[in-house]
């Protein structure tokens, strides 16, 4: 009798067992990167690549809510930097700025393939990690704090209205701290379950042209904005389990042998023969 109640408690785990809330990931990851940013505002002439890209780097960590979808809060340091002379044709007006960036953003990410870097093994109450190289997409909601310096000296040469505009700009009261709206790619690689290394291209939307101090000595019409590109490593963990059943000991009554939630963390013969 005891050995067909074992066979039947074994049948039942294997066809239920994915309905039960199984942690099989790590769920926390902290670290840093460093990388690049990048002015894209009126004083560069292209929307993706900036002439005066500046060293940044900065502080993030990571929350998984699954195994594909994530949290991050990052804060990240840098500079941003842009001068007419870098083009041809905006030599003329001879504009330039600078000044500090802070970062401040909470991101949702996907990614990809990331369901198939820790599995669960039904059979054996195992978390398998598979190591795994996945892009993932990212977006979310920022704040950047800038407190720029432009320089409107400009050239013999600088037209009319650009002057008028610049005079309008050192009169302006505007914010230093704006709302930014960030948004990119990236691909991360496992280089063991707890250490990764990522790299991201990720842009922002300021909701103000006046990141750079600039505006109407420029381009009034369109607001900023800036890149980061950023080379990461993060260190990935979670409660402690010793037995990598998915289940963490604080909750695990059997924390030597691999089980499964409806089993109490127990391996299902030695659950049963607890119970009597």
Same mark, same amino acid.
């Given at each position: 009798?005891?050995?067909?109640?074992?066979?039947?408690?074994?049948?039942?785990?294997?066809?239920?067992?994915?309905?039960?809330?199984?942690?099989?990931?790590?769920?926390?990851?902290?670290?840093?990167?460093?990388?690049?940013?990048?002015?894209?505002?009126?004083?560069?002439?292209?929307?993706?690549?900036?002439?005066?890209?500046?060293?940044?780097?900065?502080?993030?960590?990571?929350?998984? /809510?699954?195994?594909?979808?994530?949290? @991050?809060?990052? &804060?990240?340091?840098?500079?941003?930097? !842009?001068?007419? %002379?870098? #083009?041809?044709?905006?030599?003329?007006?001879?504009?330039?700025?600078?000044?500090?960036?802070?970062?401040?953003?909470?991101?949702?990410?996907?990614?990809?393939?990331?369901?198939?870097?820790?599995?669960?093994?039904?059979?054996?109450?195992?978390?398998?990690?598979?190591?795994?190289?996945?892009?993932?997409?990212?977006?979310?909601?920022?704040?950047?704090?800038?407190?720029?310096?432009?320089?409107?000296?400009?050239?013999?040469?600088?037209?009319?209205?650009?002057?008028?505009?610049?005079?309008?700009?050192?009169?302006?009261?505007?914010?230093?701290?704006?709302?930014? /709206?960030?948004?990119?790619?990236?691909? @991360?690689?496992? &280089?063991?379950?707890?250490?990764?290394? !990522?790299?991201? %291209?990720? #842009?922002?939307?300021?909701?103000?042209?006046?990141?750079?101090?600039?505006?109407?000595?420029?381009?009034?019409?369109?607001?900023?904005?800036?890149?980061?590109?950023?080379?990461?490593?993060?260190?990935?963990?979670?409660?402690?389990?010793?037995?990598?059943?998915?289940?963490?000991?604080?909750?695990?009554?059997?924390?030597?042998?691999?089980?499964?939630?409806?089993?109490?963390?127990?391996?299902?013969?030695?659950?049963?023969?607890?119970?009597?």
């Amino acid at each position: 009798m005891k050995l067909t109640v074992r066979f039947a408690l074994m049948a039942m785990l294997l066809v239920v067992g994915p309905a039960y809330s199984q942690q099989v990931y790590k769920r926390w990851e902290v670290g840093g990167g460093v990388g690049f940013s990048g002015y894209l505002g009126d004083l560069n002439k292209s929307d993706f690549f900036s002439q005066e890209p500046k060293i940044s780097g900065g502080l993030l960590g990571r929350y998984h /809510i699954s195994r594909q979808w994530a949290l @991050r809060g990052a &804060l990240t340091f840098g500079t941003l930097s !842009g001068d007419d %002379a870098n #083009f041809e044709n905006r030599k003329a007006r001879g504009f330039k700025t600078r000044s500090p960036l802070t970062d401040l953003s909470a991101i949702v990410e996907y990614d990809f393939l990331g369901k198939n870097r820790f599995k669960y093994d039904s059979t054996a109450f195992q978390v398998r990690f598979k190591r795994k190289f996945s892009p993932y997409l990212f977006t979310g909601v920022g704040v950047g704090f800038t407190n720029p310096k432009p320089d409107f000296t400009g050239t013999a040469s600088t037209p009319a209205n650009f002057r008028q505009g610049a005079i309008a700009d050192m009169a302006a009261n505007y914010s230093k701290s704006n709302a930014v /709206i960030p948004f990119g790619i990236g691909v @991360r690689y496992d &280089l063991n379950e707890n250490w990764v290394l !990522g790299a991201e %291209a990720g #842009f922002r939307l300021a909701f103000s042209d006046y990141l750079d101090g600039v505006s109407q000595g420029a381009n009034p019409s369109r607001d900023d904005r800036y890149k980061l590109s950023t080379l990461s490593i993060t260190y990935r963990f979670d409660k402690k389990d010793k037995d990598r059943d998915g289940i963490p000991d604080e909750k695990d009554e059997c924390t030597n042998e691999p089980g499964s939630v409806k089993m109490k963390g127990c391996p299902c013969l030695l659950y049963t023969s607890r119970r009597g």
